[in-house]
């Protein structure tokens, strides 16, 4: 080997290493942020306690995650994505269109609210509302996950023909953060959960509900 290629290899070398160290120190602050949220809750927690927990310095925490959002949108797609699978598999044996989506966000629902994170995540109403934002990571992913269903129902003429894909995930990202709200709010049963998706939210999605 030149010395050329060893100085190259060597290069190389420390490139990686430096990646390592930096996903290592990037999943330790995100482990130090679920752990912070658990304790103090996401709106008490400052990006001191993160730093202080993780132990990193501010500057490393800062290199990391810009602020406090960034984090927490960051959980927020680690969290939810763990639903999406679960959503996709139900997606892989659809029937029809408005069927298939009840069940669907039913089934969010009861996942998200069985899921320690996702919950304040939802209380934090800020990241609803820039997980229905089509820059954000979080609404990508959920376009990723509804993309076919939404892209065949309205191939087909399932839905409402003044209905876009990008409004129509926007429209379910909120319509999940809603319906978690209510079903912890109050005792609410597979039945009437599913008839209250079918009515208010799934409803005024098909055709001929035009307003």
Known sequence: MTDAETQGAQADKRIERGAAQRRASEEAIISAAYRCFERYGIRKT????????????????????PNKEALVDRISVIETGKAHQEIRQLLKERGPFAQTLVECLFHATRIAQR????????????????????????????????GRLLDDAIVRDELAPDITPDELTGYLVLSLAMLLTKVDAMEVSD????????????????????G
């Open 46 to 65: 400052n990006m001191d306690d993160i730093a202080q927990e993780a132990a990193v310095s501010r500057a490393t925490l800062y290199r990391h995650f």
């Open 115 to 146: 899921n320690p994170h996702i919950r304040p995540l939802v209380e934090f109403s800020a990241v609803a509302g820039r997980a229905a934002t089509p820059s954000s990571a979080s609404f990508e992913a959920s376009r990723k996950t509804w």
């Open 191 to 210: 039945v009437a959960l599913r008839h209250f998706i079918r009515r208010f939210v799934v409803d005024p999605l098909l055709p001929g509900a035009r």
